[in-house]
């Protein structure tokens, strides 16, 4: 199931090669600093990193989800803030990709082009949060511009987004009056406020964003007025499988690379503690769940890729993917910590970092609990 | 879900339709009565279930690790006692397609062609089990016939069985070369059998001690000559795993989530059915999710191993993992279901609770889950 083409392999390599010479060596200090790394902006753009998703008349490499999986997965072995930009784009370019006009299209690439190149996925609110469906940010037509009033929470690359993809209400209730429009950084009566202060994830730009009579053309609608909601089921929850997934996956991956080192090189009771079988066994087990939480992602990516089962089928593998790999993230990297005693507890080390990082792939992006609801739905009809 | 050949999927819609309608109906009477049930094995004999490994040209079709899976997986999902019976016998023919001289294919294929016969794989000895290495079992060459002296232990379809694949040390070398392999027919001079065991579950699968009293086994039954048995374990231990225990733990796993599934939407409680209540959604979704999880890497592993893809220490590691996740996921899984079903799932007229003494099993059999993570171990840590 994972046989990886030869553009995928170089694109792993490529993505491999920048993790470990730009984003692992600067983890430590973002995660001390909270500060967004625009450096890491700088390479992404370099690499067209960004327009990944994007065909490539567009300037990106058509990039399918085994492909983001791979990508995702590399940098966030290096460092799990690090893929967040991307993937927030990347959500925000493949729902212009499926639902935006043609003309829509060239305006709005052209523009992020002329920044950062990044976009935010505005969906979550103060008060909506796994009740999404519910969400009150409203947009109301006035002439050609719709006017917004409300504020969304919790919005990752929020910080320095060029752009904003934002789910508003523009109709009746719950899910049947939900728009999806793209915000400028630059409209009036739209500001970002106040930046979270995390337990992890630093240096991912969350923030709110506020909307206080922002004044935003009505051609910015993407897809139908009051069919949002249907562009977050179909296209925009699939990605949690190479976001989401991919993330907790690449982050338990570079806790056990490190622990592994760690356990070879520790002498303990005259001989390295990997010769102990509390150790080994320890081990063993971190390893065996990633190895199957990378099974189960990448044996989704390719059903995705092939068309090879109906949209149930694959939505529950996606909440699978994503509610599994979390898990496993966080149970990696908390026995990474323990692996390493003391000095794992300590910020010197890199484990304790993953492991608050970690905790935070369970509740974005639909929280583990949101995913066993549909994989139970869908299981019991 | 997973991407199979129409081959594999044919061969899966036969096995899943003979196990729904012929085997599912009499597994709570296989697991009370602990009898070996040989109307199974004529229903293996029609459906040729047992030479899936043969060759085309003696009546089987090349199986391969991927298409055992499937076919291991549809039993176990309703008898997984009925699954050993398939399990050991394709073994012994994998075993031989391998490592046999065309004499030796000549000779034993076309008797097991009719897909009647059953085999039984005999490794482990009371003083033997995860470290099979210290296998005491000698055979000393006389003439023409290999003397074999020794007790082995744990003989699934020992009693039952119409050929033996027996490892034991052969004498003059007393180091790990010295393991061998040998076919021993049931009616051997020598060959005894101890008491059958009385299990917690595999109810109905035979299993006993095999005994061997200066047992006389033809030279020409050797397999892949004298102090080989260790190289053939190696080359065909990974694909046993896989299609055998690990196989078998996902289709408990499936079977007893399948149950739960059907009790939750037809149980009633608080004026509804019970699969409306979260409590109960989540254990589902759970058990769901961590059987999927165990579908995917063991798929992902059967079909390298098909592609002949990756190196032999990335395979060890991805089977033993297979073998690992799974039997702890069967336990786990069909240990929910008995939950799920409360009362009704802890009496017999309902088959999860057999379905959770079986898990217990795959846990041990085949390199105890214990063994399965050292391996994972050393060959992440790079040690011995």
Not at chain 2, 106 to 122: E, H, T, Y
Not at chain 2, 217 to 243: F, S, T
Not at chain 2, 323 to 333: E, H, N, P, Y
Request: charged share 25%; hydrophobic share 40%.
């Amino acid at each position: 199931m994972i046989q990886l083409t030869e553009e995928q392999k170089m694109i792993r390599d490529m993505v491999r090669k920048i993790a470990k010479e730009k984003i692992a060596p600067r983890a430590a200090e973002i995660d001390e600093t909270d500060e967004f790394p625009m450096d890491y902006v700088e390479v992404y753009k370099e690499n067209n990193l960004f327009k990944m998703v994007l065909p490539e008349k567009h300037g990106g490499i058509d990039a399918n989800t085994t492909t983001l999986c791979v990508i995702v997965e590399e940098l966030a072995k290096a460092y799990a803030s690090a893929p967040q930009m991307l993937i927030t784009t990347g959500a925000a370019l493949h729902i212009l990709l499926k639902a935006a006009t043609e003309a829509q299209q060239m305006r709005f690439f052209k523009r992020l082009e002329q920044g950062t190149q990044a976009c935010s996925f505005a969906l979550t609110e103060p008060n909506h949060g796994s009740d999404a469906g519910s969400l009150q940010t409203k947009a109301v037509l006035d002439g050609d511009h719709y006017i917004i009033n409300g504020s969304k929470a919790f919005i990752t690359t929020g910080e320095i987004a060029e752009m904003h993809l934002v789910f508003v209400r523009t109709g009746g209730e719950k899910t049947k009056g939900i728009s999806v429009i793209m915000v400028d950084k630059n409209t009036p009566g739209f500001r970002v406020g106040k930046k979270e202060h995390k337990m992890g994830f630093a240096g991912t730009g969350t923030v709110e964003l506020i909307f206080e009579d922002a004044k935003v053309h009505k051609d910015n609608i993407v897809g139908k007025v009051n069919e949002g909601w249907s562009l977050l089921l179909n296209i925009a929850n699939m990605m949690r499988v190479w976001g989401a997934g991919c993330t907790a996956l690449g982050n338990a991956q570079g806790a056990l690379d490190y622990v592994v080192e760690y356990a070879k090189q520790r002498f303990q009771f005259g001989k390295p503690i990997a010769g102990f079988q509390a150790v080994q066994f320890m081990l063993a087990d971190m390893a065996i769940l990633i190895e199957s939480a990378r099974s189960l992602i990448y044996r989704t990516a390719y059903v995705m890729d092939t068309d090879g089962e109906s949209f149930k089928n694959i939505e529950t593998l996606v909440c699978m993917s994503k509610c599994y790999a979390a898990d496993v993230g966080m149970k990696v990297t908390t026995d990474a910590v323990q692996i390493m005693g003391g000095y794992g507890y300590t910020k010197e080390y890199p484990v304790e970092r993953r492991m608050r990082d970690a905790k935070s792939v369970q509740i974005y992006d639909g929280s583990n609990q949101i995913q066993r609801v549909v994989v139970s739905r869908n299981l019991l009809g | 879900m997973i991407n199979f050949i129409e081959e594999q999927l044919m061969i899966r819609d036969v096995t899943r339709r003979m196990a729904l309608e012929k085997i599912a109906p009499r597994a709570a009477e296989i697991d009370e009565t602990d009898e070996f049930p040989w109307d199974i094995v004529e229903l293996y004999k029609q459906n040729g279930t047992l030479k899936l490994v043969l060759p085309d040209e003696y009546g089987g079709v090349g199986a391969d690790t991927t298409t055992l899976c499937l076919v291991m997986e549809e039993i176990a999902r309703v008898s997984a006692s009925c699954s050993c019976i398939v399990f050991s016998t394709e073994a012994l023919i994998h075993i031989l397609v391998r490592a046999a001289t065309s004499e030796q294919k000549d000779r034993f294929f076309p008797r097991l062609s009719q897909g009647d016969k059953i085999s039984a794989f005999v490794l482990t000895e009371p003083e033997a089990g995860s470290d099979a290495n210290a296998m005491r079992t000698n055979a000393v060459l006389e003439g023409d016939y290999y003397i074999l002296n020794g007790r082995k232990c744990f003989i699934s379809n020992a009693i039952v069985s119409d050929f033996y694949l027996v490892f034991a040390r052969v004498k003059t070398l007393d180091n790990k070369k010295g393991i061998s392999a040998f076919v021993v027919e049931k009616d051997t001079q020598g060959l005894s059998m101890g008491k059958k065991e009385n299990k917690m579950g595999l109810r109905g699968n035979t299993m006993a001690d095999l005994i061997f009293e200066n047992a006389r086994v033809p030279k020409e039954n050797i397999v892949g000559g004298e102090g080989e048995g260790w190289k053939i374990l190696a080359q065909v231990a990974n694909q046993m795993r896989l299609y055998g225990a690990s196989a078998m733990g996902l289709g408990i796993a499936q079977g007893a989530l399948d149950y739960a599934v059907e009790y939750a939407k037809q149980r009633y409680q608080f004026g509804k059915p019970i699969a409306s209540l979260q409590a109960i959604q989540f254990m589902l979704a759970d058990m769901h999710i961590q059987t999927e999880a165990v579908r995917s890497i063991l798929y992902r592993t059967s079909q390298m191993i098909d592609r002949g893809e990756g190196s032999a220490a990335e395979i060890g590691s991805l089977v033993s993992m297979s073998k690992c996740l799974s039997g702890d996921t069967a336990i786990k899984v069909a240990t929910d279901a008995v939950q799920v079903l409360g009362g009704y799932g802890y009496i017999k007229d309902y088959p999860v609770e057999r379905m959770m003494r079986d898990a217990k099993s795959v846990q041990i059999f085949d390199g105890t889950n214990q063994i399965q993570r050292l391996v994972v171990a050393r060959n992440m840590l790079g040690i011995k």
